[in-house]
């Protein structure tokens, strides 16, 4: 049974167009194609990075924070209590007035010393402000590396000025070494956020991250499995293109930097809304969604991979809704900590963020 859901999922009508089968994607006439075999080295490149990231976070991320004034506070701890602990870890972080009282009587403490246990609490698990610093550094970090990556890997192909170029011989296109890694150094670096989403900052966003983290990898390896390699790698250029602004502001603004930090995330804000709202669904999907069929009638995979670009396409317009109310409150009011309440990344990031 195992074999014919295998043979079923892999059968050649749902991911390839018609008259081509996966036989047209072997190694032949000195072409090279990827391989789904090949996304396996991804999974310990993942740990690695996991491992690369501890060790910048320690040896470079915290001396840059203690250079830029940021130290690690410790808050004042709760005092123990079991009935207040298993209301607070089982029930709410935030308990109503009724149960307060409630809670006064079982724990034989006064209303307002159950109020304070409650704040102190919360600030006990709020992260600080060192921890944020190394994790924005870490992501600063390897999206500039991504980036530059990037442009090299493409400022010389003709389908990077030319997107009609993206389906000439598809899908007879042989791999270049550059795509290989592209592709592997991304897949590995969100296989690694979603390995870390257990104990890194909880944000606002938390379910539109894991949503787009798996969006992305899901895109990344059906782009790779059925060679939709080139459009993948425009579509990583140009996500990351804004990532890095958006990280970069959020150092500045752990620093206290106010000006800097908004002057970037405002340069951010542009730059998201030209790559996300305007390259991405005017050049990119209506790149996979129009020129395909003028080679090749729609087939399964056609529609799941716009699919999901449409899923991340309505992500982009969640969080340029946040970015315009954020940018307004910068324009019209004040506002503090801005780019701690927001986070895209992440926003990437798949075959199509990041792809």
Not at 172 to 189: A, C, G, I, R
Not at 195 to 206: E, G, L, T, W
Not at 283 to 293: A, M
Not at 329 to 351: A, P
Request: charged content about 20%; proline content about 4%.
């Amino acid at each position: 049974m195992l074999d014919a859901l295998c043979q079923w999922f892999w059968s050649d009508r749902l991911w390839l167009p018609g008259g081509l089968s996966w036989a047209d994607l072997e190694d032949k006439e000195g072409r090279v194609y990827a391989k789904p075999s090949h996304l396996y080295i991804t999974v310990p490149f993942a740990f690695c990075f996991l491992l690369i990231r501890y060790a910048f976070e320690k040896w470079i991320a915290t001396p840059l924070a203690a250079s830029a004034g940021i130290k690690q506070i410790v808050p004042m701890r709760a005092e123990d209590n079991p009935v207040l602990q298993h209301y607070y870890t089982t029930k709410s972080r935030n308990p109503a007035q009724n149960d307060i009282n409630g809670l006064s009587k079982k724990s034989s403490l006064s209303v307002r010393q159950v109020e304070r246990w409650f704040r102190r609490r919360r600030t006990q698990d709020r992260p600080g402000v060192l921890k944020k610093f190394r994790e924005a550094s870490w992501r600063l970090v390897f999206y500039i590396c991504a980036f530059i990556g990037g442009i090299f890997a493409l400022y010389d192909k003709v389908w990077l000025f030319d997107t009609k170029e993206v389906w000439t011989g598809f899908p007879k296109q042989s791999m270049l070494d550059s795509q290989y890694w592209y592709y592997v150094l991304e897949m590995s670096f969100y296989g690694c956020l979603l390995f870390s989403v257990a104990f890194d900052v909880k944000r606002k966003d938390f379910k539109e991250q894991i949503i787009h983290h798996l969006a992305t990898l899901m895109l990344l390896s059906f782009s790779w499995c059925v060679n939709y390699i080139r459009i993948g790698t425009l579509v990583m250029l140009v996500h990351d293109a804004s990532d890095v602004l958006l990280e970069s502001a959020k150092l500045f603004n752990y620093a206290k930097w106010e000006k800097t930090c908004k002057t970037i995330f405002v340069v951010f804000a542009i730059v998201f809304m030209v790559t996300r709202l305007i390259i991405f669904p005017f050049w990119l999907i209506h790149c996979t969604w129009v020129y395909p069929v003028l080679y090749y009638p729609p087939f399964f995979g056609y529609y799941f991979f716009n699919g999901m670009l449409m899923v991340l396409l309505c992500l982009h317009m969640f969080w340029a809704f946040l970015i315009v109310r954020m940018v307004k409150k910068f324009m019209f009011g004040t506002i503090s900590n801005v780019c701690q309440k927001f986070n895209v990344r992440y926003l990437f990031l798949t075959m199509i963020y990041c792809i």
